[in-house]
C-alpha cells in the first residue's frame, strides 16, 4: 500500500503520485479514512456513535444501488456480504434509538443526503462520460479521462482567487455549519470555529499553519445553506456560486448544481423559453442577489425567472 500512498504527520493519506485524497487517476479514496485520522489525531471533533453508525447504513444503501448498475453484475455472495452489514448497523441503530440516543433519525437523515450528493455525482459523470463517448455502453470507473471528467464537471465551482480565506460559516474543527459567520482565528483569519473550546482542540494542528496577514480577504460566495438561511428572501448584495453537474432537463431546463462546499440542490428555468442562457452541464453559475426555493416535489434550491437573467453569469470552460 505504501507505493501508492504517502501520509503525512497526522496519518493521513493521499495518492502518491498526484496528492489527492480521492484521484481518479489512480483509483483511490482515501476521504473516509482521512476522517477518521484527523478524529484520531485531535484535528477534527469525534463523531458519535449514533454519528458513524447512520454513515454506515448510507454507505451500504449507497454501495448496493451501486452494484445493481454494475455490468457485469457482481456475484450474489458480495450483495448479500452487504446487505448483511446494512442489516447489521440497522440493528445497531435501532439498539441506540431504543436506549435513549438522541439525534438518531437526524443523524440518519444527514448520513442520507451526504450520500444521496456522491449519486448525483456519480450520475452527472457519467452524464458527462456518455456525451463524450457516443456509442459506448460501458464506462470504466478511474483513470485519467475520469480525472478530467471530474475536474471539468463535478468539481465544486472554482475559486476566484489563489489566496487562503477562511470559511466563515464551518468549523474547522467540528465541521459543523452555521447560517450565521463564525469567528475566525485573528492571526491568520483563514479558519473559523463554533467557539473557543473548539479553537483551543484544533490548535494542536493550526498552529503549524498559522501565518498572520495584514488584512481579511474578501468574502467567498454564497453557499446554499447562507442562501436559505434568509427564507423565501432575495440575498442583497451577496453571489451564489454553483457547478452544474447533472442535466434534469424535460420540459424546462434543470440542474443539480454543488456549491463550494459540496452541497447539491436544484436550479430550475422559469424563464419565458424555459432555459437560462448559455448554461450546460459542467458550467459555473454566479447568481446575484439569489433567493431560495422550494419546490412542489420537495427539493430546493434555486427558480430563476426572466427578471433574474440579467443578475446571472454563466462560465463554461
Known sequence: MSSIMTKDE?????CKEHNRDICHDCGLDFRDMNRMAEEDAGLKKKRSEVEQTAEMIAVCLYALNGMERMRPRPNEAI???NRQRLKEYQDKLQSLKDAGEEGVDEALRKACEKQNVSEIQMRGLMQAWSKQNHGKTTMEIGGEETQKLYEQFIAPPVKTSSKPKAEKWTCDYCNKTSIKKLPMCTRCKTVSYCNRECQVAAWK?????CV???????????TWAQVESHGDSRVE???LEVRAILDESMT???FQCKDRVGVVKRIAAYTNDRRI???QQGSVIRWKNPRFYYFMDGSSG???EEEDLPNLKISNR
Request: hydrophobic share 30%.
Open 252 to 254: 424546462r431546463q434543470i
Open 212 to 222: 498572520p496577514i495584514d488584512k481579511e480577504p474578501k468574502s467567498l460566495p454564497q
Open 277 to 279: 442562457p448559455g448554461l
Open 205 to 209: 494542528a493550526h498552529k503549524t499553519t
Open 237 to 239: 448584495g451577496k453571489t
Open 302 to 304: 434555486a427558480r430563476i
Open 10 to 14: 497526522y496519518g493521513r493519506a493521499f
Open 79 to 81: 450483495f448479500e456480504n
